[in-house]
């Protein structure tokens, strides 16, 4: 029979709903919910692949012990023994837990309350930290809350939308289909972007602020001196509803419209033009992402922001305020469940006795954190000096996602008793557990998330757990119980959790706290499993309404009346000669952060399947490097080693590398060594995209390209990088020195039989060299190499994994030189739905299809998810401007 559930996508905060449909044959196939108010039945290229993603290879499907296969019973009782231990010799703030704004709501809840209330430590902190924790504290010291007032419709109605440091159209790409097609219904409305690089975003906005890093405080310090210099400031706004503008003004009043050119760099045009459109533009919608959250000065960043918006009373209204978009599924319900090492649950405060007092009583523990537990990075450092004993990491890669990220795997390695619960066996992370725990994943699982704009939704599970993978919730509930808190931890289904957490939302509550879904503290079994889509608040006696909050002018402070933060820019100079570049980190559209699940679908890994670093085309000149050349980047903590990718859309002096590549998919390409444990002051949140590194080309006697249908195995290159490909997998080579029998190096890395002999061709005058393996018509695996970045037509070669070599003829084709002459080589995968290449579109380009739509027509390509559509229309620009030229 065949099932079809209703659920959530597990990827960015958009939220979409999916429809997931399971044959029973167990094929899965998934589309967008036309009836979700997040997506109206739109998914993006990882949405729509993520089918793709959830087969069972390499899944971890029993809980192990010191890597031998254990019982639940045996690995559970280790924990809570563990975790007692520790407790007991050397009290609760030894033990700690880094989770993840990927668990679902229920998941975080038990985490939280078991180490707040139960273990009576704070020491719970969350990849959240580095994602969005300078906007929660941002909106916490102006709002006196964690309120994100908004919601997505504002986007649709506002006329001016501002995003900063956010790259919508590859994080966000359902709202940026959104936000692209009501720009096209209402040309009028304007689209400014600022952030440094010119990203494929930027082909949405009317104007584009290119600042220097980090000096987006100043853009908007001065900013709020404009809008009072041009009387633009909303008087009685500010007069019945704020504090602190005076002391704001001041501090402002030192940014004149000279010291902002000079701090961001931009040109005086450009900036005199932002400021007129803010000013004159009453439906304004700030959002802002990691290039604001992610920095030094994130909290200020948001702040400065936060000040604009206040000044001139545009929050809470259609079509006006700030918009904080947050990364991950459940980012919010990680925020509602205080999740936060400096957090308490339901947006209550961990510094307010009676707050702590009001949670401790609902709860009936035994204790509660009474100050704040280490932030992730402190935690991390607590860890390397032996101050953690016993870790539990849930959700998260820390080994590659945290800053220092070597630091951090030496300091797993150091700890004395480490758990992690992952859906896969073999990460980065899960190397160093010594109790290893296999969690229920996307479609397995069931629960509650909430998107960006406060909006809470169903994930169903429309799959049986595979093996003897059991919920993250369940997980911790079982340590608990273990641990002698049997009655606060005897929850059987994820409803009751949900119970719970709705409860104690409307505990005491009488609209004090923002957050309050009381109208859920009883909710059954039924009505949970049927819930649709709903925006918080819903307090009790409430119907599901679109609510903004600050409507009314009043906000959470004691006073209701919201803060302007007076703030003094601090200017950053770059002076270190020996890393005299900007290192900038961030997304792909195709990948989701460290790959443990887009990187097993071909299609999401064929638009850009290897690490690289975009560079502009005078710093390439200089490090001598060209297009498709690799560079060595370094920094006082670590190297990495990437492709060139030369780029004018990146400024001067400036890198942009990708965080996703790890251990498991290249040889040196955790971008995150490179970074240092640098926070914000008040967040605690790290400054992952400006770092000062150095950066060289990195010579190699030969550079290869191989396919091969086993997964390679002990890859020895100086670099390599895989990615999984149709009918195998693509690996890009590079060799610091030549290999003495290649021959027996490709035996032993694509596992092929000895009894294998290998075809070979060896052109003598470039010294390439080629080796296919043959099992019948059908080739085991092939590498090309030469003392230049091989050239051969990479779809062309991944095709041969599945085609058929019926004679010796057809299959010394593959490597005597002429490979796909007679098929045009695709390109790289610019539509992933319909695996359209570059070289594809720009030959629909020069064939007459000028516009998005005419390529879609000829090619398909973007016509499903519409992720690509940005891609293509840069390319049909670049091949016009080539053509006028
Ligand atoms: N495809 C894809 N989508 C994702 C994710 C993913 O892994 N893959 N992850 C999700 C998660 S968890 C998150 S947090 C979001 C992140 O979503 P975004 O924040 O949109 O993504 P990033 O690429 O991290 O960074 C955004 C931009 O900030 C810019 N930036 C760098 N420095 C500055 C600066 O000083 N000022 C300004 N104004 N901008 C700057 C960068 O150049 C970059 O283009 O994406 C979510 N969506
Ligand atoms: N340099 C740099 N570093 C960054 C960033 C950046 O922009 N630049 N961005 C930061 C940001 S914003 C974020 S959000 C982080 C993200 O970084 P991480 O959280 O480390 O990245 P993920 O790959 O999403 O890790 C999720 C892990 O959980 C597992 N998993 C998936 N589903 C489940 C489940 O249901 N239960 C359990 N128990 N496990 C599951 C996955 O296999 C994977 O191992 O990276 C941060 N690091
Ligand atoms: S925009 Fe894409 S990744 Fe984000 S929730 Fe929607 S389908 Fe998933
Ligand atoms: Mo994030």
Redesign the pocket.
């Known amino acids: 029979m065949e099932k079809t559930v209703k659920t959530t996508c597990p ?3 958009v939220g979409c709903g999916v429809i997931a449909t399971v044959t029973d044959t167990g094929a899965v196939s998934v589309k967008g919910d036309p009836d979700h108010p997040s997506n109206y039945g739109r998914l993006c290229s ?1 949405g729509a692949a993520l089918a793709e993603t959830i087969d069972l290879d390499g899944r971890l499907l029993h809980p192990q012990i010191d890597g031998r296969r254990a019982g639940w019973d045996e690995a559970l009782d280790r924990v809570a023994e563990k975790f007692a231990e520790a407790i007991a010799e050397h009290g609760p703030d030894s033990v700690a837990f880094y989770v993840s ?1 990927q668990l679902l709501t229920e998941d975080y809840y038990v985490a939280n309350k078991l180490m707040k209330g139960f273990i009576g430590s704070a020491n719970i902190d969350t990849n959240s930290r580095l ?2 924790s300078s906007s929660v504290a941002g909106h916490r010291r102006a709002f006196g809350s964690d309120t994100v007032p908004g919601t997505y419709e504002d986007l649709e109605l506002a006329d001016l939308v501002i995003l ?5 159209a ?4 359902v709202l940026y289909q959104r936000l692209a097609a009501a720009k096209a219904s209402r040309p009028g409305m304007n689209v400014v972007l ?4 010119r ?1 494929m ?1 930027a082909d949405l906005a009317d104007l584009h602020l290119a ?1 220097r ?4 405080v100043a853009l908007f310090v001065g900013l709020f001196a404009h809008l009072v210099a041009n009387n633009a400031v909303d008087q009685n706004y500010v007069a019945a509803h704020t504090a602190g503008f005076a002391e704001t003004f001041a501090a402002a009043s030192n940014m004149s419209f000279a010291e902002v050119l000079e701090q961001t760099g931009l040109p005086a045009m450009q900036l005199r033009e932002f400021y007129r459109l803010f000013t004159t533009t009453d439906k304004v919608v700030t959002c802002y ?7 030094s000065s994130g909290t200020d ?1 948001v702040n400065a922001i936060l000040n604009c918006h206040l000044a001139t009373g545009r929050i809470g209204r259609p079509g006006m305020g700030p918009l904080s ?4 599924p459940n ?1 919010m319900g990680g925020r509602e469940v205080g999740g936060l090492a400096n957090m308490l649950a339901a947006h209550m405060a961990l510094e307010s006795a009676d707050d702590r007092d009001r949670v401790q009583r609902f709860w009936q523990s035994p204790a509660i954190a009474d100050r704040p537990g280490l932030k992730a990075v402190d935690l991390f450092q607590a860890v390397a000096e032996g101050r953690i004993k016993a870790l539990w990491i849930m959700a998260t890669n820390p080994v590659v996602s945290m800053p220092d990220a070597d630091a951090v795997e030496a300091a797993l390695k150091a700890c004395p008793f480490v758990v992690v619960s992952d859906i896969l066996m073999d990460t980065d992370t899960t190397r160093h557990a010594d109790v290893l725990l296999p969690s229920l994943g996307w479609g397995e699982k069931d629960g509650t998330v909430t998107n960006s704009e406060r909006r809470i939704s169903r994930q169903r599970n429309v799959l049986d757990a595979p093996g003897e993978a059991r919920a993250d919730w369940w997980q911790l509930a079982e340590v608990a119980r273990r641990m002698g808190f049997k009655d606060a931890f005897a929850y059987g289904a994820p409803v009751q959790i949900f119970q719970e957490h709705a409860a104690l939302s409307a505990f005491e509550n009488a609209g004090e706290r923002d957050f309050d879904i009381g109208a859920c503290s009883d909710i059954d079994r039924q009505t949970y499993d049927a819930l649709s889509p709903f925006q918080w608040p819903r307090p009790a006696g409430s119907t599901p309404a679109e609510q903004r909050f600050f409507a009314d002018g009043s906000f959470y402070h004691a006073d209701g009346k919201a803060r302007f933060i007076a703030i003094e820019p601090v200017a950053c100079d770059r002076t270190d000669t020996a890393y005299p570049f900007t290192l ?10 460290t790959m443990t699940r887009t990187g097993k679908s071909p299609r999401l890994s064929a638009h850009i399947a290897e690490p690289f670093a975009e560079l502009h085309p005078r710093d390439a000149m200089e490090l001598g490097v060209g297009n498709a050349g690799l560079l060595e980047i370094e920094s006082p903590r670590g190297t990495v080693i990437v492709r060139a990718l030369i780029t004018e859309r990146q400024a001067r002096g400036s890198i ?1 590398v990708p ?2 590549w790890n251990d498991q998919f290249s040889a040196k390409a955790r971008v995150d060594v490179l970074v240092p444990p640098i926070v914000d002051r008040i967040s605690g949140q790290p400054a992952s ?2 770092v000062a590194v150095a950066a060289r080309r990195f010579k190699a006697a030969h550079y290869g390209f191989a396919v091969s249908r086993a997964k390679p195995k002990g890859l020895d290159a100086g670099y390599w990088a895989l990615a999984k490909a149709e009918g195998g997998w693509r690996v890009e080579l590079a060799f610091d020195q030549p290999v003495e029998d290649w021959s027996a190096w490709c035996q032993h890395t694509f596992a092929v039989p000895d009894s294998v002999e290998p075809l070979g061709y060896i052109d003598r005058q470039t010294g390439d060299l080629r080796l296919a393996f043959f099992d019948g018509p059908h080739l085991l695996a092939a590498l090309f190499l030469a003392r230049e970045p091989v050239a051969v037509a990479r779809n062309w070669a991944i095709a041969q994994l599945t085609a058929e070599h019926a004679n010796l003829r057809k299959r010394f084709a593959l490597v005597a030189g002429r490979p796909g002459a007679d098929k045009p080589d695709p390109g790289a995968t610019v539509c992933a739905c319909f695996a359209v290449g570059v070289n594809q579109i720009v030959a629909s380009v020069r064939g007459g299809c000028h516009s998005v739509e005419a390529v879609g027509k000829h090619l398909n390509a973007g016509t499903n998810c519409g992720s690509c559509r940005a891609e293509i229309k840069g390319i049909i620009d670049g091949c016009l401007a080539a053509a006028a030229e």
């Open positions: 990827y960015c905060g990882k704004g994602c969005m900063t440091g956010s790259n919508l590859w994080c966000h790409p600022i952030d440094p690089r990203t975003t600042l890093p980090d000096t987006d992402s990691q290039g604001v959250n992610q920095s960043k978009l947050t990364g991950q980012a900038n980190t961030g997304r792909i559209r195709d990948h989701w952060h942009f965080m996703h995209k400006n």
